[in-house]
T-cell receptor, first 107, second 115 residues
Framework: QQKVQQSPESLSVPEGGMASLNCTSSDRNFQYFWWYRQHSGEGPKALMSIFSDGDKKEGRFTAHLNKASLHVSLHIRDSQPSDSALYFCAAFNVLYFGSGTKLTVEP | DPKIIQKPKYLVAVTGSEKILICEQYLGHNAMYWYRQSAKKPLEFMFSYSYQKLMDNQTASSRFQPQSSKKNHLDLQITALKPDDSATYFC??????????????FGHGTKLSVL
């Protein structure tokens, strides 16, 4: 059973648009989350972490965590073609990764 | 300049053979990991090492054996290869092990194809 669920499986947004990715944990022990991004042919690269309820902003990326519902989201504003990649949510000492969301930003 | 070097980048093996995947990190980290990624499963944690000691093993099969000859090396030996072992294997490292706020740094991966 997947302990970290991600949605949607794939997402397409126009250049300059907002991309919203979601992640839900099924284990209340998972209260620390990371977002990773993987471009084709490369290894995953950490984007940002969030451990406290509420929003955390880093440049064009904003993560939101709701510990009560174990839901974390990643919002990318002003999306660029270079943001096209596979995005993973990771929980609990990065032992558990979600299945990923494939983001395509169309020029 | 890649700080985590994985060799080889591509590897083709026949069923039943044995292969070793190489990983070296030059980040000065104390913890190293192996992950596996295939089309069927998401990024899957396999092993974690800290100061050259095994910390966690989530791999059911004993055919997968990590080997740490130096602090910055963590190789992965796979014996009796099966077609189901076909995947991309990623090595990663972090400053310390099993701390929730540790950022992992990944290599570019070794893509293994078992025929």
């Amino acid at each position: 059973q997947q302990k970290v669920q991600q949605s949607p499986e794939s997402l397409s947004v126009p250049e300059g648009g907002m991309a919203s990715l979601n992640c839900t944990s099924s284990d209340r022990n998972f209260q620390y989350f990371w977002w990773y991004r993987q471009h084709s042919g490369e290894g995953p690269k950490a984007l940002m972490s969030i451990f406290s309820d509420g929003d955390k902003k880093e440049g064009r990326f904003t993560a939101h965590l709701n510990k009560a519902s174990l839901h974390v989201s990643l919002h990318i504003r002003d999306s660029q073609p270079s943001d096209s990649a596979l995005y993973f949510c990771a929980a609990f000492n990065v032992l558990y990764f979600g299945s990923g969301t494939k983001l395509t930003v169309e020029p | 300049d890649p700080k985590i070097i994985q060799k080889p980048k591509y590897l083709v093996a026949v069923t039943g053979s044995e292969k070793i995947l190489i990983c070296e990190q030059y980040l000065g980290h104390n913890a190293m990991y192996w992950y596996r990624q295939s089309a069927k499963k998401p990024l899957e944690f396999m092993f974690s090492y800290s100061y050259q000691k095994l910390m966690d093993n989530q791999t059911a099969s004993s055919r997968f054996q990590p080997q740490s000859s130096k602090k910055n090396h963590l190789d992965l030996q796979i014996t009796a290869l099966k077609p189901d072992d076909s995947a991309t294997y990623f090595c990663a490292s972090s400053q310390e092990n099993t701390v929730s706020n540790e950022r992992l740094f990944f290599g570019h991966g070794t893509k293994l194809s078992v025929l």
